[in-house]
């Protein structure tokens, strides 16, 4: 089987994660199973072996990040998968990756919760976790899909990001988006754009591992390559070793902001839809966004002036796009399968006369296009 291939074929939204993966040069994968993740667990455990990667099924979800950061600090592109469940037990190692500036891609494949919570059913209650789950000021990187084929090129983006950062790029999914199954047609390899790490340009001697570049991120040579290469969870100073030092501390801090802010134009992503003359702006992401879609159509054929602004980006939160919308229509509706928690960050945004108004399903069940469309034709 081949990693990529230009003819159309019939994908599941998790297999299509997969290919994704591969084809942006992942070449290891440490996991644990778990509803509705275990799909891409089970397929990498045969594309990777076959193009000289490395599949391990962990004993949890702990040490499936470990094995991942493992492998990314002596030079291979990582990835692991999860749910919520083994998500929430990730954010400690997600936190020790935020200091290390390890490139690593966690696909969270989102279900109800809290805790076991609904296994087979769809949500997005992990938002603000993905954002905020790991303790400290860090930054980090959180991408969503909604299609099959979002699966496959946000999955490359996601490694591009990760790798040309030095962050960890979370991509959130959701049952819907990872069961649905449709047509697509995958890119030959060649037509798909990587990235990879910048490695070191200096002598061994002169290296320092955490000296930034002009966007603040720095050269990463592979463990065992002949570079000094000391790595710890503490604050540390260009050498990587720990420090006191008022100074460097926040200079590490500011660095490490430094260079997401730089990169804003790079890494926030959206897309619009009969944005134009928007009277009525619906603000959504994941599998949401899809029935959003035929919301604003439907509700177009009916007089309504809706667009639909599809968030790819959730952090850092795109506010130069969503400010300008919230400016030009009069409300824009935000739908989502938890309490509000990106309908929380328009608000945060909003500083214009736009009404923010909220349509949240928490019990298990998918929101469909007339739910959204019964609001548009009201506001």
Known sequence: MSETTSERRLLQGNEAVVYGAMAAGCRFFAGYPITPASEIAELLSILLPAADGTFIQMEDEIASIGASIGASLAGVKAMTATSGPGFSLMQENLGFACVTETPLVIVNVMRGGPSTGLPTSPAQGDVQMARWGTHGDHPVVVLAASSVEDCFSITVKAFNISEKYRVPVILLSDEVVAHTRECVCLPEQEKVKVVDRIRPSVPPDWYKPYEGDSRGVPPMAALGDGYRHHITGL?????????????????????????????????????????????IVVIAYGAVARSSLRAVEDARRQGVKAGLLQLITLFPFPRGTVSPLLKQCRA?????????QISREVQ???????????????????????EIFKHLIKL
């Open 235 to 279: 604050i540390h100073d260009e050498h990587g070793f720990p420090t006191q030092n008022r100074h460097e501390i926040e200079r590490f801090h500011k660095r490490l902001t430094k260079k997401i802010t730089k990169g804003f134009s790079d890494i926030q992503m959206s897309r619009g839809f009969l944005l134009e003359d928007a009277e």
């Open 332 to 340: 824009a509706l935000v739908p989502e399968m938890n309490m509000g």
């Open 348 to 370: 945060r945004v909003n500083q214009f006369d736009c009404a923010v108004v909220k349509h949240n399903r928490i019990d298990g069940q998918f929101i469909t296009p007339l």
